[in-house]
């Protein structure tokens, strides 16, 4: 993975979020959702930032952990915004997909660092 264009695709991720959140119809619950998503999805884009900056393979690796859990969290508000109806799925659809896909090269970042360590 290249990491400037990761560093560009977590950032989007933040700011999508914000635009989307920014869109949720204001209730008490929503407010709550629209705080957490904004929290995580850019605790994603912070971490890999410094994971880019990590002394050792060890401390990438658990930095990039940190990467991986705030993607899954912001996953996770994604679908509770989903499924309580405050946005339609399709609306959804393509942050649901370019969060997995970071999910997705943030674990194949850490076996590789994982199996270069053994």
Known sequence: MDAEIFKFRTKQLALR???MA?????TRSSSIYAKQIIRSSSSV???YRAD??????ADMINKLKIVEEEADETLYWLELITESGLLPENR????IK??????????ASIITLKSKQK
């Open 45 to 47: 884009g912070a971490n």
């Open 52 to 57: 880019c900056r990590a002394k050792s393979p």
């Open 17 to 19: 979020i914000g635009k």
């Open 92 to 95: 959804l659809t393509d942050l």
């Open 22 to 26: 920014d869109a949720i119809p204001n």
């Open 98 to 107: 370019e969060t997995n896909e970071i999910i997705s090269m943030t674990v």
